[in-house]
Nanobody
Framework: QVQVVQSGGGLVQSGGSLNLSCSAS????????MSWYQQAPGKRRELVAS???????QYADSVKGRFTLSRDGVGNTVLLQMNELKPEDTAIYFC?????????WGQGTQVTVSS
């Protein structure tokens, strides 16, 4: 069983920055990719960024150049740095950790960008 715990987020003005952090436990090298999804009101949940054990991040086109995903320690803590935020980035953000064939989900964190 894996626990995924998120922190960060909040309210920011357009053009501002926020960080989201996520840790998966227990601390094991068996955890694979860790990812962030966003779900805006009335919309489907969409993949924002993902990073593998090899530390190679991938980004959705909508956030490329603005968001940076990093992974540290033994690899089970990730940080999503969100810059140049736009009102359309407003959503609940979910972190996931891949372990033994399935994704484990965090509790969700609200990010609100005011115009």
């Amino acid at each position: 069983q894996v626990q995924v715990v998120q922190s960060g987020g909040g309210l920011v003005q357009s053009g501002g920055s926020l960080n989201l952090s996520c840790s998966a436990s227990p601390n094991t090298f068996s955890i694979g990719a860790m990812s962030w999804y966003q779900q805006a009101p009335g919309k489907r949940r969409e993949l924002v960024a993902s990073i593998t054990n090899s530390r190679s991040p991938q980004y959705a086109d909508s956030v490329k150049g603005r968001f940076t995903l990093s992974r540290d320690g033994v690899g089970n803590t990730v940080l999503l740095q969100m810059n140049e935020l736009k009102p359309e980035d407003t959503a609940i953000y979910f972190c996931t950790a891949w372990y033994l064939g399935r994704d484990y989900w965090g509790q969700g964190t609200q990010v609100t960008v005011s115009s």
